[in-house]
């Protein structure tokens, strides 16, 4: 989870392979006419994001085995909806950074459907999973091999 630009589909395909799980990329999960919206530079509000947010639980909760699927999650209410959905076995992966340093991998991004410009509502709208949430956190500003490997080493010792 975490906000345009933060590394969810890179870190999610590098990471499924090392901890023996298959993923999915939430963004195309979501129905056309929200892709349509982001790609107008609209945020996306509550009532675009419900039937979307349903859907990653679903890909979730129909798993036999251990699946990643990246997705914003920003806020508690969107969580615990996939939670609802999906379970509550649902570990969340916060990739969390200044804006500042997101805002210089998002121009650097080509042929992405959502624009720099939204950036700025996705950190207004981000809550950081809560010590409640079975979350782990991890800086992105340290190499994409070092994130990786921390996100690994994290979750194999929640497991234990």
């Given at each position: 989870m975490g906000v345009t630009g933060s590394g969810k589909?890179?870190?999610?395909?590098?990471?499924?392979?090392?901890?023996?799980?298959?993923?999915?990329?939430?963004?195309?999960?979501?129905?056309?006419?929200?892709?349509?919206?982001?790609?107008?530079g609209e945020p996306l509000t509550d009532?675009?994001?419900?039937?979307?947010?349903?859907?990653?639980?679903?890909?979730l909760a129909s798993a036999d085995d251990m699946v990643i699927v990246g997705c914003s999650a920003l806020k508690r209410a969107y969580r615990d909806?996939?939670?609802?959905?999906?379970?509550?076995?649902?570990?969340?992966?916060?990739?969390?950074?200044?804006?500042?340093?997101?805002?210089?991998?998002?121009?650097e991004r080509r042929g992405h459907f959502m624009p720099p410009a939204l950036l700025s509502s996705q950190f207004a709208s981000l809550e950081p999973p809560g010590p409640d949430e079975r979350a782990i956190e991890v800086d992105i500003d340290q190499s994409f091999d070092a994130v990786i490997a921390e996100i690994a080493g994290k979750l194999e010792r929640a497991q234990a």
């Open positions: 589909s890179s870190v999610g395909e590098a990471l499924a392979p090392l901890v023996g799980a298959r993923y999915f990329d939430g963004d195309n999960l979501h129905p056309p006419a929200n892709i349509a919206k982001m790609s107008r009532e675009d994001r419900w039937p979307w947010l349903a859907k990653v639980g679903q890909t909806r996939i939670r609802d959905v999906a379970g509550d076995a649902v570990v969340f992966i916060h990739l969390a950074g200044s804006q500042s340093v997101i805002a210089a991998r998002l121009h």
